[in-house]
């Protein structure tokens, strides 16, 4: 049976996911990391190889594809045999300050590469901090780990390198960029999705996999699971629920805001424009539980709205739909009643929900059509009309969430929306 394998190295561990020729999934497997928080390369490499260990001998005999989605960001220096040269960066890893205010001189106003914790600003970190003698590749995780598979370095896809710089509307590095020192160890950059190579004789033959198994360019973990959601047409969406409200909108137009944190990556010959609130379920894990909220939202009638006019926040801070680092949350008045105080938390985050995608039509996005829904909050019915109610469009959950399973079909379609 043909199979397809996707990998999402996230933020506390690696899972798999294998689909067959329709797409149902036939294998899954996960593994954590011993320290998310202080994981290094050899975690990784750790887990890819166990993962591969552990295949079913049918499945890996007969694997045709293999993709890897990884945390954005991430970067690390290696050599021509793909030794790292020194410790990543991690997605959250922000030392690179005074490198952050060197690209607001250079780069563009507004760039998505102007925050220390972007990979143009690790790059010219490690470029600084690191014996370059022996450095052949600046690669991002996703990079390095297909590299283990095929023994190519310095092949990247432009999900990944985005936060690195690289021109997604025109396909190339910006002349900016070109002129960095060190700027020939950047990668090659190809669409996600595209096959770089077969997989290595070498590993082909340690793990007994297909050595016609191709490998293909991978993607960050946030877009694998949006591809898992099953989201083609413009004006399609995905809304994760999870501690906070993130947006995803396929739009035809690309839509950029440094004021409202949103920016877009390209798709295909779509755009995929996001933004992100501070409000989201971490708010109402301040007042209720998960089962609380269950048995209270039974007694929620979502077709009525709620007088109270709250906006959620968790702390002092808002950065979209509204952006004011210093909006207060509403929630006040309390009603003694339980029930009235959640229809009116739901009906909040619902009406900022609304207002986000009604920033993004205001950019220039899209018009709404319709939303997949992940995320804790997705199992919620009665939030789930609210929001339809307030949304004005239809409203689902999706059947998949997981990276993993995203990976596995960009590896399996090879190609993204309108992409020949």
């Known amino acids: 049976m043909e199979s397809y394998l996707g990998l999402d190295f996230g933020t506390s561990g690696a899972r798999v996911c294998v689909v067959d020729k329709v797409g149902v999934i036939i294998h899954e497997d996960h593994i954590f990391y011993p320290d998310a928080a ?76 102007c925050s220390a914790s972007s990979g143009l600003a ?41 936060k690195s710089g690289y021109d997604t509307e025109r396909l190339c590095w910006p002349n900016w960029i070109k002129n ?21 004789s070498l590993v082909a033959q340690h793990f007994k996999i297909n050595p016609a198994c191709k490998v293909h360019a991978g993607t960050t973990d946030s877009i694998a699971a949006f591809i898992a959601a099953g989201v083609h047409e413009p004006g399609s969406a995905v809304t994760s629920l999870g501690t906070t409200i993130v947006l995803k909108l396929l739009s035809k137009q690309r839509v950029e805001s440094v004021q409202y944190g949103v920016y877009s990556h390209r798709f295909g010959n779509l755009w995929l424009a996001g933004g992100a609130s501070n409000a989201g379920g971490g708010v109402l894990r301040q007042y209720f539980g998960d ?43 309390r009603p003694t009643d339980d029930i009235l105080f959640l229809h009116g938390l739901l009906q909040g985050l619902s009406r900022i929900e609304a207002a986000g995608y009604a920033k993004l039509a205001e950019l220039g996005a899209s018009p709404l059509k319709s939303i997949i829904t992940t995320g804790g909050g997705a199992k919620n019915k009665v939030w789930k009309n609210i929001r339809e109610r307030l949304l004005g469009v239809p409203v689902a959950v999706a059947e998949h969430t997981e990276s993993a399973y995203g990976a596995a079909l960009l590896g399996k379609r090879g190609l993204l929306i309108g992409e020949l």
Do not use: M
Not at 125 to 141: D, G, I, M
Not at 298 to 323: M, T, V
């Open 38 to 113: 202080l994981q290094i390369h050899l975690n990784w490499r750790e887990a890819l190889y166990t993962l591969l260990k552990r295949l079913p001998a049918p499945i890996a005999a007969e694997l045709q594809s293999i993709a890897i989605a990884a945390t954005s960001a991430t970067v690390l220096l290696c050599d021509k045999e793909l030794e790292p040269t020194a410790p990543a960066l991690l997605y959250f890893d922000s030392r690179a300050q005074e490198e952050s205010e060197q690209l607001q001189q250079l780069a563009p106003t507004g760039h998505i590469v």
């Open 122 to 162: 690790k790059f010219l970190w490690l470029t600084k901090h690191t014996e370059l003698s022996n450095v052949a590749y600046s690669l991002h995780q996703a990079d390095w780990l297909a590299a283990l598979l095929t023994g190519l370095g310095g092949v990247s896809d432009y999900h990944n390198a985005l």
């Open 180 to 200: 960095l020192p060190h700027a020939h160890l950047l990668p090659q950059v190809v669409a996600p999705g595209a096959i770089i190579t077969h997989i290595s």
């Open 291 to 333: 089962s609380q909220i269950d048995e209270l939202s039974h007694y929620i009638d979502p077709a009525i709205d709620s007088p109270l006019y709250y906006y959620p926040l968790p702390r002092p801070g808002e950065r979209f739909p509204i952006n004011d680092p210093t909006l207060t949350p509403r929630l006040t008045p």
